[in-house]
């Protein structure tokens, strides 16, 4: 045994607190479900019938806070934003930090967004377009700067048939339906890792690779001895994306201010594994743990126990369907909540919690009123089967219509636009702007206080000449501590250290 143990490296934590990390890693399965960036399904009950994604189990065992009320509304009050309909009907289930970023958006401290892709085919569905529907607004409505990965990589060494080539082609022709969901031109970095990797963004790889251990990704991700050693690298690369320093072309080539710039990831949930390995290093690398939000997934034409699968293309409806096909789809394989007979369906009404039809109005219908109409009369029995699925595959269309007109426009240049390495504004601003107005304004907070304090030790001095002690707030003793060096005043300096 003695001759198994490799000393630690110097920086790496100690072995026993890598074993005892590994084996506290949350496992995502719940009864048979299985939800890891590899691997998404609810399981089966007895009876080997798909059963529904237990979303409130993974919020429980991921250890994320899930969105409440109170966020919704302070996101709103802080951004002066309606919270964007995924969000109001709980598509975004959870966050980590988000109140963080929040602080951050009121006092003017600058963040940004980061979200990303595995480009493994070229058709991307509506599902796919969901997480980006998010990012779009949420890039709206805090205005500030977003960085988009398409892993190339990752879904090279995960996809056994998968070439190089085939990898980079689906990262160009993804990168233009991402772009056609209407992000900024001014405020958005896309890359590919095949062509970004290297300088400021591959140095902060291999220092997070250095941090992580075999076990470590074993207990998050479930690999063994057999899996290939791009899988257990793949990590550092995904986690790099949200440090600041990596993109030295956006926000400066300062590090030790730029590493004060953290990140909100928009992301289908089973991406935390990957947030949860950089979150547990980033503060000892001396950057900001980067902050998420968690969606759930558009459930597949078959039902609420999986996700749309790009190579299963009954289940799914694909950014580049015709109206027609959009139609025939719902019709044909949309699981129904309705009942077998219209005498039934008058009688005992639908079932909106597994009718596809209606959970896809959720993600797709914007007016809660509207929503609300079509619930109450398809639960109530007034409204049939097929009126839900005609009411669904209208917007559906609508989306899907809306999306192409605006694809349509994506031409060589302005991917080649969304590609180049440019500084991106956070509020109109540079991060270099931003940052150094933040340094200004906390030397003149401090200058200020510490001249109250001087003032107020000034104050009592002058009431009780004789044996004066310096009021214990806060202020002072901060002020005197602080102005130690600086100050001339050798009697303040004096009183302090009494
Ligand atoms: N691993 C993701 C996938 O396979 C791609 C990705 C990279 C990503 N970084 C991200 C997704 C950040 C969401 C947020 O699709």
Redesign the pocket.
């Known amino acids: 045994m003695a001759a198994a143990v490799v000393p630690d490296e110097p920086g790496q934590p100690p072995k026993l607190a890598q074993d005892v990390l590994a084996s506290k890693a949350p496992k995502m399965v719940a009864a048979g479900q299985v939800v890891n960036?590899f691997e998404v399904s609810g399981g089966v009950d007895e009876a080997g019938k798909a059963l529904a994604i237990d979303f409130d189990k993974i919020v429980r065992d991921f250890g994320a806070t899930p969105m409440s009320p109170e966020i919704l509304q302070r996101f709103e009050r802080v951004t002066g934003k309606r919270p964007h309909r995924l969000m109001r009907r709980g598509m975004v289930s959870s966050h980590r930090d988000l109140d963080k970023m929040l602080d951050r958006y009121e006092k003017g401290e600058p963040f940004y967004l980061?979200?990303?892709?595995?480009p493994s085919s070229d058709s991307m569905h509506v599902g796919h377009a969901m997480?980006f529907e998010l990012t779009r607004f949420l890039q709206d409505a805090f205005n500030c700067p977003l960085v988009i990965?398409l892993?190339d990589d990752?879904k090279f060494m995960h996809n056994e048939k998968l070439t190089i080539e085939d990898a980079k082609r689906f990262t160009v022709e993804n990168a233009k339906d991402i772009i056609a969901m209407g992000f900024d031109p001014q405020k958005t970095f896309i890359f590919s890792d095949f062509e970004f990797v290297g300088g400021a963004f591959y140095e902060n790889i291999c220092m997070i690779a250095k941090h992580i251990t075999i076990n470590q990704i074993k207990g998050t991700f479930g690999f063994d001895d057999s899996t290939n050693i791009g899988k257990f690298h793949f990590p550092a690369t995904?986690s790099a994306?949200a440090y600041a320093t990596s993109f030295p072309h956006i926000f400066g080539p300062d590090k030790t201010k730029v590493r004060t710039i953290p990140c909100l990831?928009p992301?289908?949930i089973d991406?935390d594994p990957?947030f949860r390995q950089c979150r547990d290093r980033a503060e000892k690398m001396k950057h900001k743990k980067p902050a998420l939000l968690h969606m759930i997934f558009l459930p597949a034409l078959q039902g609420p126990g999986s996700k749309m699968s790009a190579s299963v293309s009954t289940s799914a409806i694909f950014l580049s369907d015709k109206p027609n096909e959009i139609k025939n789809k719902i019709n044909r394989y949309a699981f129904s909540g309705g009942q077998d007979t219209a005498e039934k369906q008058k009688e005992l009404g639908g079932r909106t919690a597994v009718d596809v039809p209606y959970q896809y109005l959720t993600f797709f219908l914007e007016d809660d009123d509207e929503l609300a109409r079509i619930k109450d009369d398809y639960e109530s029995g007034r409204m049939m089967t097929g009126e839900i699925k005609k009411i669904c595959i209208q917007y559906v269309q609508d989306f899907v219509a809306e999306f192409q007109e605006r694809r349509k426009k994506v031409d060589e240049s302005v991917r080649a636009d969304f590609f180049a390495r440019k500084p991106l504004l956070f509020q109109g601003k540079t991060a270099e702007e931003v940052l150094n107005e933040l340094e200004e304004k906390q030397k003149q907070e401090k200058a200020e206080k510490k001249a109250k304090a001087d003032a107020e030790k000034a104050a009592s001095k002058a009431a009780a000449p004789a044996k004066d002690t310096p009021r214990p707030t806060d202020a002072a003793v901060d002020g005197d501590a602080k102005g130690h060096k600086k100050t001339t005043s050798t009697v303040s300096v004096g009183r302090t250290k009494q």
């Open positions: 960036p980061y979200t990303g892709r595995g997480p990965m892993t990752e995904q994306t990831i992301c289908a991406q990957y």
